[in-house]
Structures are given as structure tokens and as C-alpha cells.
Nanobody
Framework: VQLQASGGGLVQAGGSLRLSCVAS????????MGWYRQVLGKQRELVAS???????NYADSVKGRFTISRDNAKNMVYLQMNSLKPEDTAVYFC???????????????WGQGTLVTVSS
């Protein structure tokens, strides 16, 4: 199973970016999907997550600015980021809790990370 993230880049404060992540390979089912971010020298933090049924969870720092969504048919998860701030600068990692075969266990797979840089 592979997760491929895309959509990062350089944007000015107040701007928007949309991150995408697609899961591919041997997939029977995907439970939660989401995004973490990491700044060099700091721990990875959860940004947002979404269940297979569409239930969402956000870090307090991004509530009202970021929106997570997913397309179950395409095994994709998205993160729409609006009103970006310099403190949102980080490498963003997508993940999926994936079942590789029917009745098999779920395991977390990670994307490779995409850099988001917000200039002031």
C-alpha cells in the first residue's frame, strides 16, 4: 500500500492551498484518514482526521480555517487550507488506517510528506 500526497507549495499569509492524498495498492477497506504536520525539531501533530462515515476532527489551531474531506470511491483524502498563517508552515503527512485484505487487521500507512510554506 502506498499513499501519495501532493499540493504543497509556497503561499502568502491569508492565501489558500489544497492538499490531496491518494492511497493505492492492495486495499480492502480504509477506516480513518487524515493529516499530520511536522516542523523541524518538533513532534508531529494531528491537523485533521476523517472517518469512513465522514466524521471529522480538527486541531484547535486550524478550526474554522481548514476543511478535511475524502472520496471513498477513489481512496483519497483532501485538506483545504484557507486563511493560512506563517505558523502553518510545516511538512504535511497524510495517513490512512488500511485493511489490506478482507477480515485482515487495519494498519496505518503514511504518505511521503508535502511541504507547505506560508510567507508573511
Amino acid at each position: 500500500v502506498q499513499l501519495q500526497a501532493s499540493g504543497g507549495g509556497l503561499v502568502q499569509a491569508g492565501g489558500s492551498l489544497r492538499l490531496s492524498c491518494v492511497a493505492s495498492g492492495s486495499i480492502s477497506s480504509i477506516n480513518d484518514m487524515g493529516w499530520y504536520r511536522q516542523v523541524l525539531g518538533k513532534q508531529r501533530e494531528l491537523v485533521a482526521s476523517i472517518t469512513s462515515g465522514g466524521g471529522t476532527n480538527y486541531a484547535d489551531s486550524v478550526k474554522g480555517r481548514f476543511t478535511i474531506s475524502r472520496d471513498n470511491a477513489k481512496n483519497m483524502v483532501y485538506l483545504q487550507m484557507n486563511s493560512l498563517k506563517p505558523e502553518d508552515t510545516a511538512v504535511y503527512f497524510c495517513y490512512g488506517d488500511i485493511q489490506r485484505r478482507w477480515r485482515g487487521p487495519y494498519g496505518r500507512s503514511w504518505g511521503q510528506g508535502t511541504l507547505v510554506t506560508v510567507s508573511s
